[in-house]
């Protein structure tokens, strides 16, 4: 079974702090990881892609990848009020398989 | 405007009913897919679909049953043989390729059994 682990939260971080949110996955071969943004009650909006190693920045986003150490992570820099939500880290469990999601991080943002 | 649209946005069913929860895309997506989101709990995978006339379950189909017959239409129907099927139900669609292409999500139907 392949599996994706996210540290549940919440996550309290203050207004204009960065929000560090990680995510572990089990399948070696995982080429491709996405980050979601889930706000209370709605639907899961794509923040971003990654499929390489290293970093990949997107405005105050930042993700990251280390395929040897099986973990993608994502930046929030100067954290928002409107950041706080659950992000749902995904991961392809292999050549066009669905992707798997974890259970999500609460992040609070406190103004 | 493109996107996925799924109604009915709340959905109320005695038990013992059968309901349909519909997922329409013009995204002109080949793959779609269904989920089901409990309280505090992660996305599991219902069914899924790559192209039309074929679906393949996922982890968790039993009570479940769907159908393809057009590019842009999946339908979800929750069976009386769902033991538990109050929760939020996510359609979403993505290209070809179901582990690289990003999935994009509909607004979803919360299914309350009363």
């Known amino acids: 079974q392949k599996e994706v682990e996210q540290n549940s939260g919440p996550l309290s971080v203050p207004e204009g702090a960065i929000a560090s949110l990680n995510c572990t996955y089990s399948d070696r071969g995982s080429q491709s990881f996405f980050w979601y943004r889930q706000y209370s009650g709605k639907s899961p909006e794509l923040i971003m892609s990654?499929?390489?190693?290293g970093d990949k920045e997107d405005g105050r986003f930042t993700a990251q990848l280390n395929k040897a150490s099986q973990y993608v992570s994502l930046l929030i820099r100067d954290s928002q009020p409107s950041d706080s939500a659950t992000y749902l880290c995904a991961v392809n469990a292999g050549r066009n398989t669905p992707l798997v999601f974890g259970k999500g991080t609460r992040l609070s943002v406190i103004a | 405007d493109g996107g996925i649209t799924q109604s009915p946005k709340y959905l109320f069913r005695k038990e013992g009913q059968n309901v349909t929860l519909s997922c329409e895309q013009n995204l002109n997506h080949d793959a779609m897919y269904w989920y089901r989101q409990d309280p505090g709990q992660g996305l599991r995978l219902i069914y899924y679909?790559?192209?039309?006339?074929?679906?393949q379950k996922g982890d968790i189909a039993e009570g479940y049953s769907v159908s393809r017959e057009k590019k842009e239409s999946f339908p979800l129907t929750v069976t009386s043989a769902q033991k538990n099927p109050t929760a939020f139900y996510l359609c979403?669609?993505?290209?070809?390729?179901?582990?690289?292409?990003?999935?994009?999500f509909g607004p979803g139907t919360r299914l309350t059994v009363l």
């Open positions: 979403a669609s993505s290209m070809r390729d179901l582990g690289r292409d990003t999935q994009y």
């Open positions: 679909s790559q192209i039309v006339n074929d679906f």
């Open positions: 990654i499929y390489s190693n």
